[in-house]
């Protein structure tokens, strides 16, 4: 089994910042990339940036300059520095990673149980 836990999530004035974690768990052989995906209230999941293993990364462009993400593949790790932070960022943000599980030639999607972000005006 493979588990994803994110943490960080919290309340924040406009202008303030969060840095969001999630790491993976359990009977992983690899991890190919991983991402960071948000859901606000009455609105559909939607991507906020990902990150391949080798450290390319690609963001909404709702978040280029504000937001980045990084991860350390040693500690299967991944990482959402989010600076300037505004109110239309207040979501559940979710992590997601693409793993190669021990004993099983099969790449599975994993998702956290998701950490709540909210931006105070």
């Known amino acids: 089994q493979v588990q994803l836990e994110e943490s960080g999530g919290g309340l924040v004035q406009a202008g303030g910042f969060l840095r969001l974690s999630c790491v993976a768990s359990?009977?992983?052989?690899?991890?190919?990339?991983m991402g960071w995906y948000r859901q606000a209230p009455g609105k559909q999941r939607e991507l906020v940036a990902t990150?391949?293993?080798?450290?390319?990364?690609d963001y909404a462009d709702s978040v280029k300059g504000r937001f980045t993400v990084s991860r350390d593949n040693a500690k299967n790790t991944q990482y959402l520095q989010m600076n300037s932070l505004k109110p239309e960022d207040t979501a559940v943000y979710y992590c997601?990673?693409?793993?190669?599980?021990?004993?099983?030639?099969?790449?599975?999607?994993?998702w956290g149980q998701g950490t709540q972000v909210t931006v105070s005006s």
């Open positions: 997601n990673a693409n793993v190669l599980p021990v004993d099983i030639q099969h790449w599975y999607s994993y």
């Open positions: 359990g009977s992983i052989f690899s991890i190919g990339a």
């Open positions: 990150i391949s293993h080798g450290g390319s990364t």
